[in-house]
């Protein structure tokens, strides 16, 4: 995209992208600039610190970090700037992804990551959280947001059917 971005999509690797593409999905929808990156805590940790240390004063204003396993990822980040960072557990083969969100959730105090559901709809939320957080200024953002809401709410059928 082309406007300067508000939200930053990060993650520690390409595998994450297909989950993390759930976030990046939700912002286009609702019209919302923002940038994706690989940023690894563990094999680009060079590359964290300077993303950190640049993201507010480059007009960061929600920063999405995805990563899996060992996913120090969000917390780093958290610990780099001000910009307020969404973690999302990606779901790992070997332990469901449950190893992802203990990583990422028990975060010391002073140092907020908000953590949402392991997986796609985890990233979806995120995507859904960072436009809360922007509507909160922005009535435009707002109104789409409360319109994507209302058409999810009339989405859902009053009764079961069967298949
Ligand atoms: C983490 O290790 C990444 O966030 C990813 O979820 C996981 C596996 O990475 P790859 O080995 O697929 O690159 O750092």
Redesign the pocket.
């Known amino acids: 995209m082309t406007d300067t971005p508000q939200v930053g999509i990060i993650?520690?690797?390409?595998?994450?992208w297909p989950t993390m593409k759930e976030a990046a999905t939700l912002l286009e929808e609702l019209g919302i600039p923002y940038e994706k990156k690989i940023v690894?805590a563990?094999r680009t940790p060079d590359r964290l610190w300077s993303y950190g240390k640049e993201a507010a004063g480059r007009g960061l204003q929600v920063i999405i970090a995805g990563?899996?396993?060992a996913?120090h990822?969000p917390g780093m980040m958290a610990s780099k700037t001000r910009v307020p960072v969404i973690g999302v557990p990606?779901q790992?083969r070997a332990l469901s992804g449950v190893d992802s969100l203990y990583s990422i959730v028990q975060m010391p105090k002073g140092f907020p990551v908000a953590t949402m559901a392991i997986g796609a709809a985890g990233a979806a939320n995120a995507g859904l959280m960072a436009a809360g957080i922007l509507a909160l200024q922005d009535s435009g953002l707002a109104a789409r947001l409360d319109a994507w809401r209302d058409a999810l709410s009339a989405s859902i059928p009053d009764e079961p059917q069967d298949d």
């Not at 993650?11 to 994450?16: H, K, N, P, T, Y």
């Open positions: 993650m520690g690797s390409q595998s994450d690894s563990h990563a899996g396993g996913a990822l990606v790992t």
